[in-house]
């Protein structure tokens, strides 16, 4: 699938954003979705996905409680519900899909999502 990201910004501490991400080209119920991010000079990091049928998420212990993923499979959209954002959550944000997850584990794993968005930029200032 082909995947489209958008809904990045710029927002205080403490404020709340909104992502968005589009697929197309592919069947999207058949994918597990998954949120990442990548801030300047580090790793890209797992911060959420949800299962094929929306029945599972799971979060990156940094985000749990402010961050909330889910999906609409009629629209092939996966959302990234964004709150109490901290500096630290500046970064470049990626939606990625994958049809090879099968184990709880395997969520978290980068290298078991096939398709990547373009990536939007959230910036977070004091």
């Known amino acids: 699938v082909q995947l489209q990201a958008s809904g990045g910004g710029s927002v205080q501490t403490g404020g709340s954003l909104s992502l968005s991400c589009v697929a197309s080209?592919?069947?999207?119920?058949?994918?597990?979705m998954g949120w990442f991010r990548q801030a300047p000079g580090k790793e890209r990091e797992f911060v959420g996905a949800i299962s094929y049928s929306a029945g599972s998420t799971y979060y990156a212990e940094s985000v749990k409680g402010r961050f909330t993923i889910s999906r609409e499979n009629a629209k092939n959209t996966v959302y990234l519900q964004m709150n109490s954002l901290k500096v630290e959550d500046t970064a470049i944000y990626y939606c990625?899909?994958?049809?090879?997850?099968?184990?709880?584990?395997?969520?978290?794993?980068?290298?078991?999502?096939?398709?990547w968005g373009q990536g939007t930029l959230v910036t977070v200032s004091s």
């Open positions: 080209g592919g069947t999207f119920s058949n994918h597990v």
């Open positions: 990625a899909a994958s049809r090879r997850i099968y184990y709880s584990d395997s969520y978290y794993n980068r290298a078991k999502y096939d398709s």
